[in-house]
């Protein structure tokens, strides 16, 4: 069964065009290519300046772990070091019905 993976993500608001283009150009092309990534996106609050949320869907919760392991997961977290101020909050669903 999948699972559905959603990091709030809040930043400061003159770090918006950053965090865009930092998940554009490298931590969504390095997710994605993950085994057991089905799909990936960056979703912006239209509602509040600076709230994201990256949305993911995984095979399993190996397939998460095997990420959370990975090179490229210490890289992600690098890439999001850099925005200041930014606060991550991951939470995991998965489908009911």
């Known amino acids: 069964m999948s699972i559905f993976?959603?990091?709030?993500?809040?930043v400061d608001p003159s770090q918006t065009?950053?965090?865009e283009r930092l998940w554009n150009k490298d931590?969504?092309?390095l997710m994605i290519r993950q085994k057991g990534c089905v799909?990936?996106?960056?979703?912006?609050c239209i509602d509040g300046s600076g709230e994201y949320i990256s949305y993911s869907e995984w095979?399993?919760?190996a397939a998460i772990d095997r990420y959370r392991d990975s090179d490229d997961h210490k890289t992600?977290?690098?890439h999001a070091r850099k925005?200041?101020?930014?606060r991550a909050q991951?939470?995991?669903?998965e489908a009911v019905g």
Do not use: F, M, N, T
């Not at 799909?39 to 912006?44: D, G, P, T, Y």
């Open 59 to 61: 095979e399993d919760q």
């Open 83 to 86: 925005l200041q101020g930014a």
């Open 27 to 29: 931590c969504g092309p």
């Open 90 to 93: 991951v939470k995991r669903y």
């Open 39 to 44: 799909s990936e996106r960056l979703l912006k």
């Open 76 to 78: 992600i977290q690098s």
């Open 5 to 10: 993976r959603l990091i709030h993500i809040k």
């Open 17 to 19: 065009a950053e965090a």
